[in-house]
């Protein structure tokens, strides 16, 4: 309790200390760089890392044997990724493993490319994934190809290298779509199991609802309450953010009291997170690799282990997936490991389709021209990829309150900083339990309430999944950030943005070279539509007249004229906002659909049980099956293919 106390006194004794060292005739630049020296080690050492290499295995040849040698390691199933998915590299990967390895007779193997995330205080802090992001340590920092239709810039694309995936440095907000759009999964793939009233189920088998006494209305017959991923209302939001639930009702969004609920998923409210009740971010590691589960005997979960290529017996007609190469490093040793039943690869939108290309599997031309020989022509593997994309507009917070100081510029901020790292050390939550997306609107473009056909009078296409499901979301963050966090702004501010539940462009994921340690290129096409960019701009008139309906309003500096803040954009022509559109959108990191889950004659790479089209004994699970992009936030659709499969399986492995 001493150390705590004398924490709370720092930012004052730093004050004292700067003065006796005279540090006050210091530049502004040299104090900036002290400031963020004395924030990273304070961090380091106040958060410091407690899970080590101990918990999993980091020496590759306990769990393959070196290529070249005569070892034989041997599994039932091998999931490559630890992400999400259940049994592949992905937030879904570490899913996968844990329910599969609950039947005893089965030995799992688990192969991830980074280390564990939860060791990360930037991951299990709520608040810390923005600084996350930018480690190449920890995150690819992936870029897209330069952009036709949204200014002609590439965009940067962070996907996770750690256990959990993207679950680990993800905003946490916890909404899983719409009822429609897993109907029409099940309608386009003529398989009722992906049907809403049937896959429902997995989504209450993953969840932990942690009800909160806030949230008294929350309708717990909808929930799940004994999953492993808990979730409530326990995340810190600020005010300006609830002033802007209602200022979404002020404007005719009605508001609802659970996204995930029986009313389906129209209107506004806070959003639900994953965040648990001490406060610290639920990832598909957290949630599914605890004590118990890598205390089993069958159960082996190896880190720093990227899957290189899958292996095939192609002696008999159809090819047979019978084990993996993996390796730590480019030019390092590589291993193998076998599968006797399965191999499932479960690297994510980008990584699963990466990891089929390396492997042979794919479009034929495609690898050919990187000296690949095909094992199987599937010209699906890497098309149809769609992303989520959004558009962020700033605004001056009048009460000056923002709590930018999570991102210090001046030794008054880093001490402010710091008071937040005691509180939440000391287990009150607080600034640091933040995940930013704090509330959020979702509605339809053809809304004649909110968009009237007066003003409005184009009849756009129709993309929503069903009459009740949306195609755009609006969210409040509680301040405003450019390049995904990078660049902060001087001035207290508050941030809305709008992103396309729907898009009609797609594009694709691509090799750049068959060595393994080079990333794909990755192409979503954004705007590429007339349909996409109407709609969003739909979405900025619509974010733009909530920023002047009160109680918001009066939160919101609308003198402050500055050109790199939007108090004057509701000025802007219609053209105007269409250029804006073009040069803001960026990824909100949702990208799906490149192991497409449909018919093999329309591009499909995966049927509804998620096997590879012409491969024996490899599936894939993951964000990259999902037959069309959910009207929503992707995780809770990982979890919840991940617990679908493992069931299958698991039945199918016991036959
Ligand atoms: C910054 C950010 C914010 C987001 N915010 C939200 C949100 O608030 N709510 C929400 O619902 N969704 C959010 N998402 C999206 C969501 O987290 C993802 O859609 C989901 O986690 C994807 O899960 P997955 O299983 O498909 O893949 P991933 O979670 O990406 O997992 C892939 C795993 O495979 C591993 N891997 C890749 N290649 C290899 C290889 N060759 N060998 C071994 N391992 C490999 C990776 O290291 C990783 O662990 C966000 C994502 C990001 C990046």
């Known amino acids: 309790m001493a150390l705590p106390g004398a924490l709370a006194a720092f930012p004052s004794t730093l004050q004292a200390l700067i003065q006796k060292l005279n540090l006050t005739d210091l530049s502004p630049a040299v104090r900036l760089l002290l400031s963020g020296a004395a924030v990273a080690l304070i961090l380091r050492f106040a958060l410091g890392r407690r899970w080590a290499k101990r918990t999993y295995v980091f020496d590759l040849d306990k769990v393959g044997s070196k290529v070249g040698t005569a070892g034989h390691f041997e599994y039932d199933v091998i999931v490559a990724g630890g992400g999400k998915s259940p049994s592949s590299h992905r937030t879904a990967g570490c899913v996968l493993a844990a329910r599969l390895s609950e039947d005893p007779n089965l030995r799992v193997l688990l192969l991830e490319a980074g280390g564990s995330g ?12 923005g600084r996350l992001l930018w480690n190449p340590k920890h995150v690819h920092g992936l870029r897209t190809e330069p952009q036709p239709s949204a200014a002609g810039k590439s965009r940067f694309w962070p996907r996770a290298k ?12 916890a909404q899983y779509g719409a009822f429609g759009d897993f109907d029409e999964w099940a309608t386009y793939m003529k398989d009722e199991s992906w049907a809403w009233k049937n896959f429902s189920r997995y989504f209450r088998k993953f969840e932990g609802y942690q009800p909160h006494p806030s949230y008294p209305d929350v309708d717990t017959t909808a ?27 002020g404007v005719g969004i009605p508001f609802i009291r659970d996204f995930n609920g029986v ?26 690799l605890t004590p118990d589960v890598l205390a089993r005997k069958n159960l082996t979960v190896a880190i720093h282990a990227t899957v290189t290529k899958v292996l095939f017996d192609t002696t008999s007609a159809q090819p047979r ?16 490991a076998y599968a006797k039943k399965e191999v499932v690869v479960s690297g ?19 690898l050919k021209s990187h000296s690949i020989t095909p094992v199987l022509d599937l010209p699906g593997v890497g098309q149809r990829l769609v992303d989520h994309p959004v558009v962020d507009l700033y605004f001056k917070n009048k009460l000056n309150n923002s709590p930018k100081f999570l991102k210090p510029s001046t030794l008054g901020e880093a001490g402010q900083l710091i008071s937040a790292i005691v509180q939440y050390k000391s ?15 979702f509605v339809r473009s053809d809304d004649p309430t909110l968009f009237p ?28 950030y450019k390049e995904h966090g990078q660049i902060g702004f001087d001035v207290h501010t508050y941030a809305l943005h709008v992103y396309l539940l729907r898009p009609t462009s797609h594009g694709e994921v691509l090799l750049k070279s068959a060595s393994p340690w080079v990333q794909p290129s990755v192409n979503p096409n954004y705007i590429a539509t007339p349909e996409d960019l109407a709609k969003l701009v739909r979405g900025v008139h619509l974010l733009l007249r909530i920023a002047r309906t009160e109680p918001l309003a009066s939160v919101l500096d609308a003198s402050f004229t500055r050109p790199d803040l939007d108090h004057q954009t509701h000025l802007c022509t219609n053209e105007e906002i269409e250029s804006l559109v073009r040069e803001r959108v960026e990824t909100v990191y949702h990208p799906v659909s490149t192991c497409r889950m449909a018919p093999r004659e329309e591009g499909g790479v995966v049927g509804s049980d998620l096997r590879v089209y012409g491969v024996q004994g490899l599936r894939v699970c993951d964000a990259s099956v999902f037959p069309w992009i959910v009207s929503g936030h992707t995780a809770g659709a990982c979890y919840a293919i991940g617990e679908k499969l493992a069931d299958e399986m698991k039945a199918e492995l016991r036959a």
């Open 118 to 129: 939860k060791a990360l205080p930037d991951s299990s802090t709520p608040a810390g994934f």
């Open 162 to 173: 750690m256990l959990g995936g993207c679950s680990s440095i993800n905003a946490q907000m």
């Open 223 to 249: 929930r799940g309450l004994s999953g492993p991923v808990h979730v409530g209302y326990f995340n810190t939001i600020t005010e300006p953010s609830r002033k802007f639930v209602q200022a979404c009702i």
């Open 263 to 288: 009313d389906g998923t129209i209107g506004v409210s806070r959003i639900m997170t994953y965040v648990d009740k001490t406060f610290k971010r639920v990832s598909s590691e957290s949630a599914y």
């Open 321 to 336: 997936a019978i084990g993996v190469e993996f390796g730590r490093k480019e030019g390092g040793e590589r291993f193998v």
């Open 348 to 366: 994510g939108a980008v990584h699963s389709p990466h990891i089929l290309m390396l492997s042979g599997i794919g479009p034929a031309a495609h």
């Open 427 to 441: 287990g009150k939550g607080g600034p640091l339990a933040m995940n930013f997306g704090e509330c959020a609107a």
């Open 453 to 480: 056909p007066n003003e409005y009078p184009d009849k756009l296409v129709d993309s929503t999944s069903a009459s009740d499901s949306p195609d755009l979301e609006l969210f409040s963050t509680p301040f405003a």
